[in-house]
């Protein structure tokens, strides 16, 4: 039996509750929208949902800590839950379906750092859920349960035979990569901006071949990576980094990945 079984077991139970939560007011009329200081926007739902995992993980896994979006950081130890309430709450708040609650295990290597060995993304507005395990193979089926199905990268070997995702123009010239984006985009044979969580996954299903965006927070990408990873395929920074802590992304096959960093590097 795979290392991390029953945390994933415990992962999937959490996001069937915060499914439940976040699809009562999704669409609602009257739902409470805040800004928060980054200027982006939270929601009621995000901080509900975003309390009930983390009065799951309390009730089942005590001594673990807890890093959420919304309220930060619990505990210390060498297991660490990561969770993105709603990844895509300006999506969720306008009544678009792209969007999913992201739930991680990260655990404490001997080198002290991080690493996810468990993910879980759930799009129920989608009617779709991903989950990966460290060792233990990505899957996808139905939110609301169903035949699970592996997942696999794609095989594509050149970018000119490659559809590649990204979430959105701004913060590329900021980092000096606009140019390289756009070279990016000028070589692959399709290029669309779907954002957040749904084109890492499109990924790992092999329906895309590769996405990154410039910004990203850990609770955007701890889920999402061991679901590529599992699938087959590659994440890193934007700067070649294996992982999670790099501030931005990169996903792909492994075929065109480090075609696709060189384009990317920063321009004077």
Not at 40 to 58: C, F, M, Q, Y
Request: proline share 6%.
């Amino acid at each position: 039996m795979p290392e991390y079984d029953d945390d994933l077991r415990l992962a999937l139970e959490l996001a069937d509750a915060a499914d439940a939560a976040t699809m009562e007011r999704f669409r609602a009329l009257d739902l409470q929208v805040e800004t928060k200081p980054d200027m982006t926007p939270v929601s009621e739902a995000d901080k509900a949902a975003e309390e009930i995992v983390r009065a799951g993980i309390l009730a089942a896994r005590p001594s673990d800590a807890i890093l959420g979006e919304e309220y930060g950081l619990k505990g210390d130890g060498p297991r660490r839950w990561v969770v993105d309430p709603i990844d895509g709450t300006k999506n969720y708040v306008r009544g678009v379906p792209v969007w999913a609650t992201l739930i991680s295990l990260m655990t404490e290597g001997e080198d002290g750092v991080f690493r996810p060995v468990v993910g879980v993304v759930s799009a129920p507005a989608l009617g779709r859920r991903w989950w990966a395990s460290q060792g233990g193979g990505a899957f996808a089926g139905g939110a609301l349960g169903g035949a699970a199905t592996g997942l696999g990268v794609s095989k594509v070997p050149a970018l000119s035979d490659a559809s590649f995702a990204y979430s959105s123009l701004s913060g590329w010239e900021e980092q000096g990569r606009l140019p390289g984006f756009l070279e990016l985009t000028r070589a692959c044979w399709r290029t669309r901006g779907y954002g957040d969580f749904w084109p890492y996954m499109m990924v790992a299903e092999g329906s895309l071949d590769l996405c990154a965006e410039p910004e990203l927070n850990l609770w955007d990408m701890a889920a999402i990576a061991v679901v590529v990873q599992e699938a087959g395929g590659r994440f890193t920074s934007l700067d070649g980094e294996d992982g999670v802590h790099g501030g931005n992304a990169a996903a792909s096959n492994g075929l065109l990945h480090e075609e696709m960093l060189g384009l990317l590097r920063p321009r004077p």
